[in-house]
């Protein structure tokens, strides 16, 4: 499985953005999301079931970020509102072909990852 992320950018905060993760494939996978700002480890953002009906996400963005997907074009989507500075990261889209669970939290469960996009939030 192939994933190419986009939808990156510069926005000033309060600002939104729209990521897309396009995937070469049917995905038939736990999708994620994660980041990495500079100097620091990649986090857990978002993640979404096969189906879409079950979604978590991360303490930090909950109420601002909206993770959804589309079968059918095999797309995964983070839609990220009242955006901050502290979101300025790259952001990369994941594939986790194990079960709903804690382990969809932890970046090296994950099974295929796409190139990144960036993000900056300008204060």
């Known amino acids: 499985v192939q994933l190419q992320a986009s939808g990156g950018g510069l926005v000033q905060a309060g600002g939104s953005l729209r990521l897309s993760c396009a995937a070469s494939?049917?995905?038939?996978?736990?999708m994620g999301w994660f980041r990495q700002a500079p100097g620091k480890e990649r986090e857990f953002v978002a993640a979404?079931?096969?189906?879409?009906?079950?979604?978590d996400y991360a303490d930090s963005v909950k109420g601002r970020f909206t993770i959804s997907r589309d079968n059918a074009k095999n797309t995964v989507y983070l839609q990220m509102n009242s955006l901050k500075p502290e979101d300025t990261a790259v952001y990369y889209c994941?594939?986790?072909?194990?079960?709903w669970g804690p382990g969809m939290k932890r970046m090296e469960e994950y099974d295929y990852w796409g190139q990144g996009t960036e993000v900056t939030v300008s204060s």
């Open positions: 994941s594939a986790y072909r194990s079960g």
């Open positions: 494939t049917s995905i038939r996978y736990i």
């Open positions: 979404i079931g096969r189906s879409g009906a079950r979604i």
